[in-house]
């Protein structure tokens, strides 16, 4: 089955600084890739998404780009700010009709002002 | 918008007792999930339901039954409540390859 391997948290940071949250992954086939992001007090949605190699998923000023050589899809952004602050959850999905992912065990992100 | 809604999002229950975690999604989807979230351990899938009457095991179906009568809802039945069942729990219905997640129930056992 498939498997994540994430950037182990916490993760501080200040305002406007840059950010990268590693996650290397391993899977059957050709996997697409997920970065689902939980606010505090929330469920987890989805923040971007990326189907095949070298494409770049990107959304809220987010960005990931699937690197097959290298079996990763690092989480970036080039100026946090405080709403950013969450748990960050990788997950990469081979495929089949019932749509099972395998999440990471999530990265938590505070951002300080 | 996709809404998948959770009957409770606090709950205490005594050990022994049983205890039922209510998921409704108002959006058609064939599939659903029952996940437990826990510190340092992510998201764990508990049970999923691909069709009404339909569920397969996720990777900790212990402990836990789930029932899918309706298509829009989708049941979790901890039949016998523990300690170590005390966890959120959360519910996805999904698209194709994108789950929608409902705001999680935080289950107290006492």
């Known amino acids: 089955g498939n498997s994540v391997t994430q950037m182990e948290g916490p993760v501080t940071l200040s305002e406007e600084a840059f950010l990268t949250i590693n996650c290397t992954y391993t899977?059957?086939?050709?996997?697409?890739l997920f970065w689902y992001v939980q606010y505090p007090g929330e469920g987890l949605q989805l923040l971007l998404k990326?189907?095949?190699?070298?494409d770049k998923g990107s959304n809220k000023g987010f960005e990931a780009t699937y690197r097959k050589e290298t079996t990763s899809f690092h989480l970036e952004k080039g100026s946090v700010q405080v709403s950013d602050s969450a748990v960050y959850f990788c997950?990469?999905?081979?495929?089949?009709?019932?749509?099972?992912?395998?999440f990471g065990k999530g990265t938590l992100l505070t951002v300080n002002p | 918008d996709v809404k998948v809604t959770q009957s409770s999002r606090y709950l205490v229950k005594r050990t022994g007792e049983k205890v039922f975690l209510e998921c409704v999604q108002d959006?058609?989807?064939?599939?659903m999930f029952w996940y437990r979230q826990d510190p340092g351990l992510g998201l764990r899938l508990i049970y999923f339901s691909y069709d009404v009457k339909m569920k397969e095991k996720g990777d900790i179906p212990e402990g836990y039954s789930v029932s899918r009568e309706k298509k829009e809802r989708f049941s979790l039945i901890l039949e016998s409540a523990s300690t170590n069942q005390t966890s959120m729990y959360l519910c996805?219905?999904?698209?194709?390859?994108?789950?929608?997640f409902g705001p999680g129930t935080r289950l107290t056992v006492l």
């Open positions: 997950a990469p999905y081979s495929g089949g009709s019932n749509y099972k992912l395998t």
């Open positions: 996805a219905s999904s698209w194709a390859d994108t789950q929608y």
């Open positions: 990326a189907t095949k190699a070298d």
């Open positions: 959006m058609d989807h064939e599939n």
């Open positions: 899977a059957t086939g050709y996997p697409s």
